[in-house]
C-alpha cells in the first residue's frame, strides 16, 4: 500500500506560480498511476492532471493545460504539480492520489483512485 502526502500549497495571488509535491511512501510510485485532483468548497473533485506509470506520458484537464505541469521524479519517490500563471478559479484543496496497473491510461474520474493524500489548500487572490 501507498502513502501520499502533498505539501506547496499556499497563498498566491494571480498570475502567480506554486509547485506542489506529492511525496510517496510505501510503495514504489514508480509503478503507479497518479493524478492531482481539486476541489473547491461546495463543489466536486475534479480531474487535474495525470501521468501514467509506465510511459510517463501526462494529461491534463482543458482548464490547466499550458498553465500546469505534472512531473514525477521516481528516485525521490515524489509526483510534483508545478502550476503557472494561476487564477482565481484554481483556488481549491489540492489532492493527490495513486492507482495501480490496472489502467493502461490514468483514471480521469476521482473514484477509480484507491490511494489519496490529505490535500493542500491553494488559494489565489485577484
Known amino acids: 500500500q501507498v502513502q501520499l502526502v502533498e505539501s506547496g500549497g499556499g497563498l498566491v495571488q494571480a498570475g502567480g506560480s506554486l509547485r506542489l509535491s506529492c511525496a510517496a511512501s510505501?510503495?514504489?510510485?514508480?509503478?503507479?498511476?497518479v493524478g492531482w485532483f481539486r476541489q473547491a468548497p461546495g463543489k466536486e473533485r475534479n480531474f487535474v492532471a495525470a501521468t501514467a506509470w509506465s510511459s510517463g506520458a501526462t494529461y491534463y484537464a482543458d482548464s490547466v493545460k499550458d498553465r500546469f505541469t505534472i512531473s514525477r521524479d521516481n528516485a525521490k519517490n515524489t509526483v510534483y504539480l508545478q502550476m503557472n500563471s494561476l487564477k482565481p478559479e484554481d483556488t481549491a484543496k489540492y489532492y493527490c492520489?495513486?492507482?495501480?496497473?490496472?489502467?493502461?491510461?490514468?483514471?480521469?474520474?476521482?473514484?477509480?483512485?484507491?490511494?489519496w493524500g490529505q490535500g493542500t489548500q491553494v488559494t489565489v487572490s485577484s
Open positions: 510505501g510503495r514504489t510510485i514508480s509503478t503507479y498511476h
Open positions: 492520489a495513486a492507482e495501480g496497473s490496472r489502467y493502461s491510461t490514468p483514471p480521469r474520474l476521482f473514484d477509480e483512485y484507491a490511494y
